[in-house]
Structures are given as C-alpha cells and as structure tokens.
C-alpha cells in the first residue's frame, strides 16, 4: 500500500468518525460527547507532554546516546500546538460534566472550601496560561532544534540545555495543574495530591512508546542510519522503567486512600471499583502493570524489536484504557462503551495519525546539526 | 612434581585487539578460550560463545518467592494467627501487605543477586584461581587484555598454541601453571568463623559506645514539638485540666436514634428486628460481628476468643440456651447499652447494624445447633 493510499483511507475514516462525532452529541447527548471529548484532550495533552519532557530529560542529562532519536520525541511533540483548538473546545464541557459548575454545588461544603480555586474565569486563565508555556516551550524546545539542521550552530545545543531544567519546573507545576483541573476537578470534592504525578507517569511511558514506535520505524524505513539495536535496546529500558514508575505511583495513591478511608476520597475509588467498572480496574492494573513488566524484563526481551512494538502498542493503548478509567465514569455506573466512543476513536486516531505523519517529516530525520550526533551514533551497549 | 597445566596467556594492547585476536586463535582450532581484561567488555560473551549466565533466572525466581513468602506471612500474621482489623476494614486488607512485599521482592533479588554471583557461580570460597599466579595478573588488572587458550579434553599443544597467539598479534606470551591447592581445613574455617565473630562484637561495642558517648540527634522535630493536645493527656489549656473535652449535655452523633422502649425497664424486649433475613443483612452481620464481637465472643460466638487470657472477664457463650431464648429486643439493648462488663457499643455501631449483627449471631446459633431436618 502507498503512503499516499494510506494516507486518503486515514482522511476517509476521520471523516466518518466525524459523522460520528456530531451524531454523539444530538443522539447520545451533550454529557456522552463532552466525556468523550475530555478523554482525547486529557490523552492527547499526556502524549504530547511525555514527548516534550523527554526531549528535555535529554538536554538536561546531557545524554549522548539519544541524541539520534531527539527528533522521534521531537516531532510527537509537535502535537503541541494542535491542542489549542482541543483545549479551546473543550471549554465548552465546564457546565455540562464538571461537578463544581452545576447548580446544587454551592451545598457542597468541600466545593465551598475550594471556590477560590474553583470558578470559572480563574479556571480559563489556568488554562489559558498551561497551553501558553506548554506552545511556547515547543517552539523553543523542538523549533530550536530543527533551526539548528541549517545553523548547525553548536550555541544553540548550549541555549536548549540553559532551557530544559525550567521546562521541566513548568511541567511539573502544568502537569499537576492540568491534573487536577481537567480531570479531579470533574468530581471536584475530591482530593489526591499525587495525582498530577499519576497522570505525569502515564504521560512518559506513553511518549517512550510512541518514540520507540517512530524509532522502529523510521529505522526500518532506512532513515535513522547508524541507529542501531542498541539504542532501540535503551529505550525498551526506560520503558520498562517507567511502567514501574508508573505502577509505583498508581499504588501509592491507592493504598493511601484506602488506608485512610475518607469518605471524601474513597467514594472516587467506589465509583471506580463498582459495577463493571471493576473489570477495567483489573484490566488496568494487569495490563498497565503486569503485562508490559514482564515482557520487557530480560535482556532479550528488549532485543527483539516485535516484542517491543507489540509492547508500544499495548502500553499505548492501556494508557487510553487508563484515561477512561479515570474520565468515564462521570457517566455513572457501568461501563460506558459504545458507538459514541468507536466514532470518536475512528475521528481522533487517525487525525492524530496525520498530525503525526506530517510532523514525520518535520526537519532531518535525526538533529544534524547537534555537535554529539555522532558521538550519540558511536553509542554501544557497555 | 610437575604441576598440571592451566593455559597459554598473551596479551594484547587493546580490547579491540583482543576481540579480533579471538577468531583468529579459533581457527586454528583452539575452541577453549578464556579472556581477562581489567574492565567489562562490550561483545566479548558472543566472541567467546559464552552461555546466558543463568544469575537473572535465579534472581527472578528468588524475588517471586521473596513477594510470595512476604504475603505468606502477612497472610497469616494478620489474618490466622492474630486477625487484624486495618483501621475498621475487613479482614484480608491485602493492600496493606504490598509495601512489605515489594521490600521483601527487592531485599531477597538483591542478595540473590550479590550472593548467587559470588557462592553460585564464581565459587567462593575458592581462592585459587591459577592465573592469580601469572606474571601478567598486575597489568590486566590495569591495562592489558589477556587471552588464555586452555588445555581441552586431549591436553594442549603448548607450541601450537604459543604460535596461534603470536600470529593473532599477542605479546608476553606465557605457559601458566595450575599449583594444587588444598581445600580449605579446619583451621581456615575457624580463622573465618573467628574472624566473623570478632567483627561482630567490635561492631556491637563500638555502637553502644557511640550511642552513649554522643547524645542522640533528631533529625527532624518540626511535627513532634507542635503545640497540641494529646488524646488521653493532661494539659493546662482548659480549666477541666485535660486534653480531650467532653462533648456539652445533650449532644447526640448525627445519625443517632434513641432505643425506642416501652420503659426503661423492660430492657428492649418489645422491640422487633426490622431488617429481613437476606444474604445481604447476613453478610453485613458477619463483618460486622467479627470486627466488633469476634475478639471477646469469638468468631463463632462461643465466648472462647484469641483475647482469653488477657482480658479478665469471661464473656457469654453466644451458643448458650440463655442467650438462644433472648429476644432479639434484649440483645439490641445488650449492645446498645453494655452488659456487666462488656461495653456499650451504641456509639461505634449504627442501629441497622446491630440489627445485622443480631441476624447473624441467630444464624451462627443456627449453624451450631441445627436440627434434622436442616441436615437433610
């Protein structure tokens, strides 16, 4: 099959999952479709954020050998600035689904506590201003980046590593704000501090995925010369880490909740252990947790490059299941799972499938103008 | 006595060196090979065809029985042994035992790990490596690569090894010798043990010493030191002279409702059970009996529980003829107001469950006192 050929079915399946898309709202109701929207603004937001973090992980450790896969991280992160007209739309869904803007609210006394936080300008500025930092340190990061193809001036390698560490300090505060904004605060009265972490970890092991994906690719398609098993091999590694970490954070803010036994906090976890809803929950944690743990942990395993995009592909995809997890059930009990969503995921997947075909071609297919390009080639295993 | 033959060395400047030196000395038909260099080298198991070394298999496998035996007995700490209520939850709070059981994962991978390495497959104790004997043992250990070429089934052509290693680009070439080695007697082990013994008490001491000499530090006093009144403490704040105050005349909990009786005296025996016999009141019966009866009265009721011996009073055999001919009315106002010297459970049980827990301590009589006709 042609790019091209592929290229005309992804536009023709968007288009049908448009239909659906619209259908949603009139025939399976405005709360069906703002849920739906919310969940591939949260995912979309946490793919493009883990690419960002992870070029600017590598600027900041000054890493050698992933300098030859920058830009695979870089041009997923050129989802950035198609989040805008997302986040924009999204707004919409503020009286419809989120708990804090409907009418018996203000009986709430937690929701009274948290009005100062919680109200509908300051809750636009919030978002106003993450998108802001969030496009311009695109620009900055991953423009940077491709200007210095033609430069190849070495300052601007210098000028990405002052920039990476206040990044980083941008997204952790962006993050925990996106966090609690667009996905607590949908049942605002309740609490979980480590939740910007949670959906931070989920982010990064998405984006090392969806790298490692573009990497095997590109590889295959004989554009990444000099790329080889080995620095495949690296990122299978930090894969596996991160599923870890993930797991780690997952638990963490589990265990404490339910030690603790608030009402205020385990009703959240109710919502979401009840009913059929508990299958997911299990699915999540053996699928999430389990399944890419132990088929990553030999060395072989991260040698053999269909396991590690069968792998990718999974984890990718529990990360959305993982989104649902949390976003869904806002609908009530039960799993909510029908053509709303088919359309919605047959409209986004291959949208973002173009954006990321587009971004594919965005500068050199490695940051040729990095003076520790080769140095990152020469890269062996030790 | 002639020693036995342990290998033909040469060294090489580089590891670059080393790694083409390799095939070249294979195809002279030299298969046993074994190579020292001072750092790891990348590629040197495939040159050599060194197996997968098994140490990961092993660790996997001691870290899995690590998580599994963790579970294992907190398992039976808290659920057999001792049952353990984690904060009013139900038995088998199996979340509280994943901390533990991730350390146990890690602490016995790691010295699987750091153990299996050196006993399993590098044998220690066994100090006896031949090539410790070799004139070139100081400069691998800084900057040679050494390849030994050792004897196979059939002995060794010294001198056609000596040749292979010359045209492989090798330098220092030298026939090593394996010297017998006595195993380790007794008088080693006793050094060893005595050694052992001796580090030990020196380490005691010098702990205790420290402890005492140095007054203790702590490192971090911020949330002890807080002002505050402590549970069950006396304190100057109040008037009444304690911490805890009592709540003003007349406060009732928020979902309280008073026993409706007859009179005060009648001790609740007018009262009828309002819930229904349903699995779902008997299972919310059973939790609730046994987070709140099962320590005095014990899980079946028979007033045997684990607390026996510490807690002076004996507490009613649920089973008896006694308390089977009770009314329900009677045993809601038992708990709701304490008997003798079992407390009121009014305040830590709401009505519906003491009602439950009634269902339920009727089915447990049942259970132990069935007649016929339920048996067939």
């Excluded at chain 1, 600035?81 to 986040?87: F, I």
């Excluded at chain 2, 052509?157 to 394996?178: H, N, R």
């Excluded at chain 2, 459970?345 to 009602?355: E, G, L, N, Q, V």
């Amino acid at each position: 099959m042609s790019a091209a050929s592929v290229r005309r079915g992804l536009w023709a399946l968007a288009a049908l999952g448009g239909g659906g898309v619209a259908a949603t709202y009139f025939l399976a109701g405005a709360q069906r479709f703002w849920v739906n929207w919310l969940l591939w603004f949260v995912f979309g937001t946490c793919l493009a954020l883990g690419a960002l973090f992870l070029v600017a992980l590598q600027h900041m450790t000054g890493a050698r050998w992933s300098v030859p896969l920058r830009r695979a991280a870089e041009r997923i992160g050129a989802l950035t600035p198609w989040l805008v007209p997302v986040a924009i739309v999204a707004l919409f869904s503020l009286p419809v689904v989120f708990s804090w803007t409907q009418p018996d609210a203000a009986s709430l006394t937690p929701l009274v506590l948290k009005e100062h936080w919680l109200n509908r300008p300051f809750f636009i500025i919030r978002l106003a201003v993450c998108v802001t930092l969030w496009v311009v340190s695109y620009v900055v990061l991953v423009r940077g980046s491709v200007r210095q193809d033609e430069t190849k001036d070495p300052h601007a390698t210098v000028r990405l590593r002052r920039f990476s560490p206040v990044f980083m300090i941008l997204l952790a505060l962006t993050i925990t704000d996106f966090a609690f904004d667009w996905v607590s605060s949908l049942e605002a009265t309740w609490y979980s501090d480590i939740f910007g972490v949670y959906l931070f970890a989920g982010a990064v092991t998405t984006a090392i995925a969806a790298v490692l994906l573009a990497v095997m690719h590109l590889q295959r398609a004989g554009r990444l010369p000099g790329v080889t098993r080995d620095h495949v091999y690296n990122l299978g590694g930090l894969l596996f880490g991160f599923t870890i970490f993930w797991a780690y954070i997952a638990f963490s803010q589990y265990l404490l909740q339910w030690y603790a036994d608030l009402p205020e906090e385990v009703f959240w976890f109710q919502q979401r252990l009840s009913g059929a809803m508990e299958y997911v929950f299990i699915v999540l944690g053996v699928g999430h947790f389990f399944v890419p743990f132990l088929a990553l942990m030999s060395r072989d395993d991260k040698k053999s490059w269909t396991r590690l995009r069968w792998v990718a592909v999974w984890v990718i995809f529990m990360e959305f299941v993982d989104v649902f997890w949390l976003i869904s059930p806002v609908l009530g009990p039960g799993i909510h799972l029908g053509w709303p969503e088919l359309s919605f995921a047959a409209f986004f997947v291959p949208a973002g499938l173009l954006v990321l075909g587009r971004a594919m071609r965005l500068g050199d297919d490695m940051p040729t103008g990095d003076p520790f390009l080769q140095a990152g080639l020469d890269f062996h295993l030790p | 006595m002639l020693e036995p033959l342990f290998g033909v060395l040469a060294l090489f400047p580089t590891a670059d060196d080393l790694l083409k030196a390799i095939p070249e000395v294979k195809k002279r038909g030299f298969t046993k090979l074994e190579a020292y260099t001072p750092y790891p080298v990348h590629g040197i198991d495939e040159a050599l065809d060194l197996p997968k070394s098994k140490l990961g298999v092993l660790v996997f496998l001691m870290a899995s029985l690590g998580a599994i035996s963790m579970f294992l007995f907190e398992w039976w700490t808290s659920t057999v042994s001792y049952p353990l209520l984690t904060a009013g939850k139900a038995y088998n709070g199996w979340p509280a035992w994943v901390p533990p059981m991730l350390e146990g994962t890690i602490l016995v991978g790691t010295f699987t790990a750091a153990l299996g390495m050196l006993f399993v497959f590098n044998r220690l104790p066994f100090f006896g490596n031949p090539m410790l004997r070799s004139k070139a043992i100081d400069r691998i250990t800084r900057e040679k690569f050494a390849l030994v070429i050792r004897p196979g089934a059939g002995g060794l052509d010294t001198g056609g090894a000596i040749a292979a290693l010359k045209a492989a680009g090798g330098e220092d070439i030298e026939v090593v010798q394996a010297p017998r080695y006595s195993k380790a007697g007794l008088a080693w082990w006793s050094k060893a043990i005595g050694a052992v013994g001796a580090a030990c008490v020196v380490a005691g001491y010098g702990t205790a010493w420290v402890i005492r000499t140095f007054p203790t530090t702590r490192p971090m006093v911020e949330m002890e030191d807080q002002p505050r009144l402590d549970a069950q403490a006396a304190d100057t704040f109040f008037a009444s002279g304690r911490g805890m105050q009592l709540p003003p005349d007349g406060t009732v909990p928020r979902t309280f409702m008073p026993i409706l009786a007859a009179g005060p005296g009648d001790g609740g025996k007018a009262l009828m059970n309002p819930l229904p016999v349903t699995d779902s009141v008997l299972e919310r019966g059973r939790t609730q009996f046994d987070i709140h009866c099962a320590v005095c009265h014990d899980r079946l009721g028979t007033g045997k529980a684990w607390l026996d011996s510490t807690y002076k009073a004996q507490p009613t055999d649920l089973q008896s003829s006694t308390v089977r001919d009770a009314s329900d009315g009677y045993l809601y106002w038992v708990i709701s107001r304490g008997f003798a010297s079992m407390p009121a459970y009014a305040a830590d049980i709401s009505p519906d469950d003491r009602w439950a827990i009634i269902r339920y301590v009727r089915a447990l009589q049942r259970s132990q006192d069935a007649p016929m006709r339920d048996v067939k």
